[in-house]
């Protein structure tokens, strides 16, 4: 009998404090217990939409870590400018390659790669026999080749 009533106060103080934990208002086991797998759904629910807001932060930061590209047209040939807040080790190589597969001749460049990388390069057409290139087709092949060296680079 005494085992019984020890059992019961037990179960009562853990209901009480299951209440308490829950900030549930109710007086039934059954109420306290309900109240109690709401309380932890709407947990489950809120961690999933903090790991929700996680991932959107994880690709914005990803996406601040691409170098910015700005190419525009000049009276002979193209001024390109690539920007990263960070260094970008291989980069350069990766870019000089995409103006040579356009048929670029680098006319003029400077490039820092210390503690971001940087490049300023004049590009020209080599043969001008050969199929027109315009600011956009220069675009696409930089970010093509910054696509490829990130690749090979987070590997």
Same mark, same amino acid.
């Given at each position: 009998?005494?085992?019984?009533?020890?059992?019961?106060?037990?179960?009562?103080?853990?209901?009480?404090?299951?209440?308490?934990?829950?900030?549930?208002?109710?007086?039934?086991?059954?109420?306290?217990?309900?109240?109690?797998?709401?309380?932890?759904?709407?947990?489950?629910?809120?961690?999933?939409?903090?790991?929700?807001?996680?991932?959107?932060?994880?690709?914005?930061?990803?996406?601040?870590?691409?170098?910015?590209?700005?190419?525009?047209?000049?009276?002979?040939?193209?001024?390109?400018?690539?920007?990263?807040?960070?260094?970008?080790?291989?980069?350069?190589?990766?870019?000089?390659?995409?103006?040579? $597969?356009?048929?670029?001749?680098?006319?003029?460049?400077?490039?820092?790669?210390?503690?971001?990388?940087?490049?300023?390069?004049?590009?020209?057409?080599?043969?001008?026999?050969?199929?027109?290139?315009?600011?956009?087709?220069?675009? $696409?092949?930089?970010? $093509?080749?910054?696509?490829?060296?990130?690749?090979?680079?987070?590997?």
């Amino acid at each position: 009998m005494v085992s019984r009533k020890h059992k019961r106060t037990a179960m009562y103080k853990n209901l009480q404090l299951l209440r308490s934990i829950t900030n549930s208002h109710a007086h039934s086991k059954t109420s306290i217990i309900l109240d109690a797998s709401k309380y932890i759904e709407d947990l489950k629910r809120k961690i999933d939409v903090m790991n929700q807001k996680i991932a959107v932060a994880q690709d914005s930061e990803a996406q601040a870590s691409l170098p910015q590209i700005k190419v525009e047209a000049q009276e002979k040939g193209f001024l390109i400018e690539v920007f990263n807040k960070r260094s970008c080790c291989g980069l350069l190589v990766f870019i000089l390659e995409a103006f040579e $597969e356009l048929g670029l001749d680098v006319l003029q460049a400077r490039v820092s790669c210390s503690d971001n990388f940087h490049l300023e390069a004049m590009g020209a057409k080599v043969n001008e026999g050969d199929d027109e290139v315009d600011a956009q087709v220069v675009t $696409e092949a930089v970010l $093509e080749a910054i696509k490829n060296w990130s690749e090979i680079s987070e590997k």
